[in-house]
């Protein structure tokens, strides 16, 4: 079974600073990766996704994350924070091609981003 | 525009009352799911389509019922509400598999 850990339930960065938000994995086939944001009251929004090929994923909003197999990791990243990116995050994981019939996205418990001025 | 549209967005319920949250799309998406989000749990499938006239179970089955008789909704039942189910309701819908547009949520109280 697939499963996904995200350390660290609350992120505090200033505007300007990195955001790094770390996601770990759990997968018996090479998974496909995601990452989502949510903003308050509002759905999920896909962020990026790794699917195969480069392991460097470039998002929207100026982020991105990078596939290490060896780690099992999938952070995510940004290099300046900005008062707009304050929100809760979620990576997720899937272990079956696009496609195939019954697949489905596990999600990690999220973090939650405050920026502060 | 509008893409995953839920309703209602809020409920309260008293235990043992029934209702149903519907979520319809306007992509004509193949897949469709419900997930619940509750705090520090992430969300968790409760049950998914893979098309009209098909129903899956997820992670979180148990209490809830699903149909899919028209391609672009998806009802989701709860037939005696339980404290325990008190939660916001995603719905989401994708072509590809993977590639999710959620709904805004349905926020259900249970008393």
């Known amino acids: 079974a697939q499963s996904v850990t995200q350390l660290g339930s609350h992120v505090s960065v200033s505007e300007g600073a990195l955001v790094l938000l770390r996601c770990n994995y759990s997968?018996?086939?090479?998974?496909?990766l995601f990452w989502y944001v949510q903003y308050p009251n509002q759905g999920l929004q896909l962020l990026l996704k790794?699917?195969?090929?480069?392991?460097l994923v470039k998002g929207i909003n100026g982020f991105e994350a990078e596939f290490k197999k060896s780690e099992t990791s999938f952070h995510l990243t940004k290099p300046s924070a900005h008062m707009s990116d304050a929100a809760e995050y979620f990576c997720?994981?899937?272990?079956?091609?696009?496609?195939?019939?019954?697949?489905?996205?596990?999600f990690g418990g999220g973090t939650r981003v405050l920026v502060k001025p | 525009n509008a893409g995953v549209t839920q309703t209602p967005k809020f409920r309260v319920l008293k235990t043992g009352q029934s209702m149903t949250l519907l979520c319809a799309q306007d992509?004509?998406?193949?897949?469709m799911y419900w997930y619940r989000q509750d705090p520090g749990m992430g969300l968790r499938l409760i049950h998914y389509?893979?098309?009209?006239?098909?129903?899956a179970k997820g992670e979180v089955p148990d209490g809830y019922n699903v149909s899919r008789l028209k391609k672009q909704n998806f009802l989701l039942g709860l037939e005696s509400a339980a404290p325990s189910q008190t939660s916001v309701y995603f719905c989401?819908?994708?072509?590809?598999?993977?590639?999710?547009?959620f709904g805004a949520g349905s926020r259900l109280t249970v008393l």
């Open positions: 989401a819908s994708s072509y590809l598999m993977g590639d999710l547009t």
């Open positions: 997968s018996s086939v090479p998974p496909y």
């Open positions: 790794y699917t195969t090929g480069a392991t």
């Open positions: 997720a994981v899937s272990d079956l091609p696009e496609g195939a019939a019954g697949n489905k996205l596990t």
């Open positions: 992509m004509n998406h193949e897949y």
């Open positions: 389509s893979v098309g009209e006239g098909t129903t």
